[in-house]
């Protein structure tokens, strides 16, 4: 995340507030609210406002997974584009979702709060969409689980748990 941080303040930082940065780390797959709050962290942003930031810019995305991607995934797959990345998807989601059947509201609250690599919104968004798992059961989940790897990654991101136990 420094290394972003430093390509942000060497290329867009004198035109683009910091917040609006952070807020648009967090909708990209992969990094997240995770790399979105640390990423406040190292910009200086105070705590609140890096969770709202955060929070707000990694649930934009997830109604339009949850909703649209098996339809999107069709299409380019109709046409010829992306075939390849997109049966890496699925086939990654099919992974990750052994035993979800039974309990898919858990599953998906703690894949998504846990922060570990390749889990998160968007992989439990699109697990849970190929899964047809209820979108408002999935959803529910989704965001509990957004807030619990934000408490997760505010204990390490911003030191609290230092500030707890001292």
């Known amino acids: 995340m420094e290394s972003l941080v430093q390509w942000y303040q060497g290329n867009l930082g004198s035109f683009l507030p910091k917040e609006v940065f952070v807020f648009l780390v967090s909708m990209l797959p992969l990094i997240e609210l995770r790399g979105g709050l640390v990423c406040s962290q190292l910009l200086k942003i105070p705590f609140i406002k890096a969770n709202l930031l955060?929070?707000?810019?990694?649930?934009?995305?997830?109604?339009?997974?949850?909703?649209?991607?098996?339809?999107?995934?069709?299409?380019?797959?109709?046409h010829g584009i992306f075939v390849s990345l997109i049966e890496k998807l699925e086939s990654r989601a099919a992974k990750k979702s052994d035993g979800i059947e039974k309990g898919e509201f858990i599953f998906l609250l703690l894949f998504v709060g846990i922060p570990l690599p390749g889990t998160g919104a968007w992989t439990g968004s699109l697990i849970a969409s190929l899964l047809?798992?209820?979108?408002?059961?999935?959803?529910?989940?989704?965001?509990?689980?957004?807030?619990?790897?934000?408490i997760i990654m505010n204990i390490i991101s911003y030191g609290l748990l230092g500030s707890i136990l001292s």
């Open 54 to 78: 955060c929070m707000i810019g990694n649930i934009i995305p997830i109604p339009f997974i949850l909703l649209f991607i098996k339809k999107i995934f069709a299409f380019f797959k109709k």
């Open 132 to 150: 047809d798992v209820d979108v408002k059961k999935a959803s529910l989940a989704i965001f509990l689980g957004l807030i619990m790897a934000s």
